[in-house]
């Protein structure tokens, strides 16, 4: 288990600047997310800590050691990436022993047996080690790759989207899993995803990037609720913030400077009657809940409803702001 620092990492690849001047400090035991989307800089980022590329400036410190010297192999980090890369003629069983067979563990064989059943079970792939990998689904693949990384009980684990070649099904089971074996184990991990719903339910903080800068760190309640800029407010939430002039809807306060209003749902009062100022379009129906497409003027807004609320596609509805977000002309959060 460790901490780690990332202090001002800059990384060039020809004309693209992948990081520039990367902060970010980890606390052992924590669960860290890094969302943004294609292209931020987050394999970057992992790759730069797990010593598989050099930055061109900056330090990377875990657990109070500057690592700049250090060989992939002695920095004690496991890395899962996407697409689970297992050795395809073992078995499960081997597989997940296979870290543990290194010389230099110097672990008798009983050790191992009991680590390998140990992770096995907490993946819920126990019922089947000695299947070979190729002869599992996806997502028990994967189960076991995330296996294999957890078994050798690192320093710090590294993940890069583990989930996202799985269904939406399995995703939402082993995110759950995975946060429980995170705690279990009390191991430092980064995360790295462009899924907000992921960062939301794992991360006991999340880190924004785009464009290889990390624009807010914090945990998923002040990222969601207390967004430092426009982008980071577009990053989470679903459906999308509404973003709106100020003079569209009553109900704001802006302050001066004020250049766009962000309205999530819960920023939005809908009352069904004769003093309408907007119009439903149409409704999404999603089962437990539906999206109602809303025309003020010729602005589109969405917002979530309750599957039971009685309004049609055609009804006049008087909509109002509550305490909604402002953001001022560059994007920046303002009040
Ligand atoms: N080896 C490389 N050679 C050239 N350019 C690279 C290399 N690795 C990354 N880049 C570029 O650096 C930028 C950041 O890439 P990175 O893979 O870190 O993004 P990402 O946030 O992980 O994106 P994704 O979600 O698509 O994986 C991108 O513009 C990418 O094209």
Same mark, same amino acid.
Request: no cysteine; charged share 25%.
């Given at each position: 288990?460790?901490?780690?620092?990332?202090?001002?990492?800059?990384?060039?690849?020809?004309?693209?600047?992948?990081l520039a001047d990367l902060n970010l400090s980890i606390?052992?035991?924590?669960?860290?997310?890094?969302?943004?989307?294609?292209?931020?800089?987050?394999?970057?980022?992992? *790759?730069? +800590? @797990?010593?598989?590329? $050099?930055? /061109?400036?900056?330090?990377?410190?875990?657990?109070? &050691?500057?690592?700049? =010297? !250090?060989?992939?192999?002695?920095?004690?980090?496991?890395?899962?990436?996407?697409?689970?890369?297992?050795?395809?003629?073992?078995?499960?069983?081997?597989?997940?022993?296979?870290?543990?067979?290194?010389?230099?563990?110097?672990?008798?064989?009983?050790?191992?047996?009991?680590?390998? *059943?140990? +992770? @096995?079970?907490?993946? $819920?792939? /126990?019922?089947?080690?000695?299947?070979?990998?190729? &002869?599992?689904?996806? =997502? !028990?693949?994967?189960?076991?790759?995330?296996?294999?990384?957890?078994?050798?009980?690192?320093?710090?684990?590294?993940?890069?989207?583990?989930?996202?070649?799985?269904?939406?099904?399995?995703?939402?089971?082993?995110?759950?899993?995975?946060?429980?074996?995170?705690?279990?184990?009390?191991?430092?991990?980064?995360?790295?995803?462009?899924?907000?719903?992921?960062?939301?339910?794992?991360?006991? &903080?999340?880190?924004?990037?785009?464009?290889?800068?990390?624009?807010?760190?914090?945990?998923?309640?002040?990222?969601?609720?207390?967004?430092?800029?426009?982008?980071?407010?577009?990053?989470?939430?679903?459906?999308?913030?509404?973003?709106?002039?100020?003079?569209?809807?009553?109900?704001?306060?802006?302050?001066?400077?004020?250049?766009?209003?962000?309205?999530?749902?819960?920023?939005?009062?809908?009352?069904?009657?004769?003093?309408?100022?907007?119009?439903?379009?149409?409704?999404?129906?999603?089962?437990?809940?539906?999206?109602?497409?809303?025309?003020?003027?010729?602005?589109?807004?969405?917002?979530?409803?309750?599957?039971?609320?009685?309004?049609?596609?055609?009804?006049?509805?008087?909509?109002?702001?509550?305490?909604?977000?402002?953001?001022?002309?560059?994007?920046?959060?303002?009040?």
């Open positions: 288990m460790a901490d780690i620092i990332l202090k001002g990492l800059n990384k060039r690849f020809g004309d693209t600047q992948a606390r052992d035991g924590e669960f860290v997310v890094l969302l943004g989307p294609t292209g931020a800089g987050k394999t970057t980022t992992l *790759r730069l +800590i @797990a010593g598989l590329e $050099r930055p /061109d400036s900056g330090r990377i410190e875990i657990a109070g &050691r500057n690592v700049a =010297g !250090e060989a992939p192999a002695d920095r004690d980090v496991a890395f899962v990436f996407q697409q689970y890369s297992l050795y395809p003629h073992m078995t499960v069983y081997d597989n997940l022993a296979f870290p543990l067979r290194a010389p230099a563990r110097k672990l008798t064989s009983e050790e191992i047996d009991r680590r390998v *059943r140990e +992770i @096995a079970r907490m993946v $819920r792939i /126990d019922h089947k080690l000695e299947n070979r990998s190729t &002869r599992l689904s996806g =997502g !028990e693949m994967q189960r076991v790759a995330i296996g294999r990384a957890l078994v050798r009980r690192p320093a710090i684990y590294l993940m890069d989207e583990p989930l996202s070649s799985l269904d939406a099904k399995l995703r939402a089971e082993l995110r759950l899993e995975l946060k429980r074996i995170q705690k279990e184990l009390g191991s430092t991990l980064l995360y790295v995803t462009h899924d907000q719903v992921e960062a939301m339910t794992m991360a006991d &903080r999340i880190g924004i990037v785009a464009e290889g800068r990390l624009l807010q760190v914090g945990t998923p309640r002040e990222i969601y609720g207390n967004p430092a800029s426009l982008h980071v407010a577009a990053r989470l939430g679903q459906p999308h913030i509404n973003l709106l002039p100020t003079d569209l809807l009553p109900g704001a306060n802006p302050p001066r400077g004020t250049k766009t209003i962000g309205a999530r749902t819960e920023h939005l009062d809908i009352v069904i009657n004769q003093n309408a100022n907007a119009k439903i379009d149409w409704i999404e129906h999603l089962g437990d809940q539906n999206h109602l497409h809303i025309k003020v003027r010729d602005h589109k807004l969405v917002t979530l409803a309750d599957p039971y609320l009685a309004i049609r596609p055609g009804d006049s509805i008087s909509l109002t702001l509550r305490d909604p977000l402002y953001f001022d002309a560059s994007g920046q959060r303002l009040g």
